[in-house]
């Protein structure tokens, strides 16, 4: 018999996740701040709940996927929040991009509780959550893992464990590190291209076939080049895990220089109004500094 699932937090990346553990047989409540985004996980059986606490109530296991910390705190500490329907060795598995403090926190809170705590944020976008190829980061109790790995299974294709909740929530900073970082280099090589007359078609063909390759050059570049913002990761998403990992590096005392460089370029994207567009409009900035604008060839 299959474990009976929560999902609390239908947005971009939520909606596909949350779909698949439906799909797979799993999903059994589901929760989120507007109600019009589960009507079609109702229509096709799933039960509507009012809050994160009655999620916990009908599930075995809660499933979250929220965008912030604060979010995260008050779906889990809140009045109405899950562990005041948690029955004892419940399990949280949150997925979002939050803290190390808070993750750490709630770790904590859950033993404390008799319930227990994963954090399992992913890389991927949403055509991995769609298809079930996300990679998985799990920190946190083996035995609350074990339980949830079947689900979990059904989200990724690949899981990395962890013995802590902040040690998983640290893996997803650093690799979100990197993606801020090439997004801030790819950007400003198109606009330094553009400027000196050389083709940005041709600058990305030469990554291609070199070992600066990466799959993300190719698809980021592209769609920069062609003007197409669509949010897959929105700007705003991207500054706030880029304060994260300041934060992280302040409190763990190691520099990163190049964080507070990509942070700041994704502060003046903000400013700018490209809040809710995909990261890659950071793009704009540097052109707005440079006076021009990368088009495709």
């Known amino acids: 018999m299959k474990i009976s699932v929560g999902f609390i937090g239908l947005g971009m990346m939520g909606t596909p996740m949350a779909a698949r553990l439906q799909k797979a047989g799993f999903l059994v409540a589901v929760h989120n701040r507007t109600k019009k985004k589960a009507s079609s996980f109702v229509e096709e059986g799933a039960t509507w709940c009012e809050s994160p606490k009655e999620v916990a109530e009908k599930s075995e296991i809660v499933f979250s996927m929220l965008s912030n910390s604060e979010a995260l705190s ?10 005041r329907g948690a029955r004892k060795g419940s399990v949280h598995v949150d997925m979002s991009t939050v803290s190390p403090a808070v993750t750490k926190e709630l770790g904590e809170r859950y033993r404390r509780e008799g319930c227990v705590f994963l954090h399992s944020p992913v890389l991927g976008s949403v055509p991995q959550a769609t298809d079930g190829s996300l990679l998985l980061f799990v920190g946190g109790e083996e035995v609350g893992f074990r339980r949830a790995e079947p689900a979990l299974k059904t989200l990724g294709s690949r899981i990395w464990r962890f013995g802590q909740p902040e040690h998983a929530s640290h893996m997803k900073l650093l690799c979100n590190m990197f993606i801020a970082g090439m997004g801030t280099t790819l950007a400003q090589a198109l606009v330094f291209a553009e400027k000196a007359n050389v083709d940005p078609n041709i600058l990305l063909d030469v990554l291609n076939q070199s070992a600066l390759g990466a799959p993300m050059y190719q698809t ?7 003007r197409n ?23 763990l005392n190691v520099p990163l220089p190049a964080t507070e460089v990509a942070q700041r370029l994704y502060s003046e994207a903000t400013e700018a109004g490209f809040s809710k567009e995909d990261y890659s409009a950071v793009i704009k900035v540097l052109e707005r500094q440079a006076g021009i604008e990368v088009e495709k060839k």
């Open 74 to 83: 008050e779906c889990a500490f809140g009045p109405h929040g899950v562990l």
């Open 229 to 251: 913002f669509a949010p897959r990761f929105f700007v705003e998403h991207m500054l706030k895990d880029l304060n994260l990992m300041l934060q992280a590096g302040k409190e």
């Open 220 to 226: 980021k570049g592209k769609s920069m080049l062609d």
